[in-house]
């Protein structure tokens, strides 16, 4: 079985720390965290080892991963000294601010033959599944993506809910012509509403808005195709009915999109050969958001 640590213990390191606790073992927990973490550990994984020194970590030949779920500014500095200890690696998503930060890390990881995985969690989403085999029989013609929620205020948008909606866009259309940014509002922070137009080959266009200050939540997704107009909300998969101008329920996940992910990185590592296409799309993201939007 294989054996990681988990490097950050707030919020989404404790789902990932579930969700891998069921497929391998995990040996410690990092951080350096609130003391309301570190109690929340030994009562609820009593046998992990929580650890605040990450050299230990590191050091371990009995680590085979690192799971790393810590702010954006810290993965560059986290993901090069793990694959530089011949450790393989899952980072959330972005892999870095920088372009240059990425390739240098995707260099690392494939001169040492390590696996290297991003935590784009949306691309292995049942729905999001579901809607590419849909797509290979219906054009899509346009795009429209909304997001309404509350906080969190501790990123910047761009590379925390942005991202999201970028690579899911970016994965259906490839690398936009154009990306046009309409409105960019900071409220709490210096962008806490922005709305985009990404523009891309045969006259595709496709519109983002994200408020993270709104009262209230919800994500949806509206594609329109040559056939049919589907409307992703949350957890649920629409289809318009045009003879009476209601949509219908036609797919709603089982699995969660996080067990998917979980999976297939120890897939990665498992594999001989690796792939380091999930990486990739990270940087692309990356680099719109240096070019046309930060």
Known sequence: MIT????????????????????CKIKYCYSKGSESNILWLSKN?????????????????????????????????????????KKHVFVEKPIST????????????????????????????????????ILQKEK???????WEKFGAFNEELSFDILTHYIIIANELLGKPKKVFVHKKIGLITNCDIISLQMDFIKNIECFMHINRVSSTKKRTIIIKTSKNLYYWENETLLKLNKKNYAYKKIFASKITPLENECKEFLKYVKSSKKNYLNVQKSINCISIISKYIK
């Open 4 to 23: 990681i640590a988990i490097i950050g213990i707030g919020k989404w390191g404790k789902n990932l720390l579930s969700e891998f606790s069921k497929i």
């Open 45 to 85: 994984h009593p046998k992990i080892n929580f650890c605040n020194n990450l050299q230990v970590i590191l050091d371990d030949p009995l680590i085979d991963a690192v799971i790393i779920a810590t702010p954006i500014k810290t993965h560059y500095d986290l993901v090069i000294k793990s694959l530089k200890s």
């Open 98 to 133: 920088t372009v240059k930060e990425g390739n240098n890390l995707l260099k690392i990881a494939k001169n040492n033959n390590l696996t290297l995985f991003v935590g784009n969690i949306f691309l292995y989403h049942p729905i999001f599944i579901k809607l590419k085999k």
């Open 140 to 146: 899509i013609q346009s795009l429209y993506f909304d």
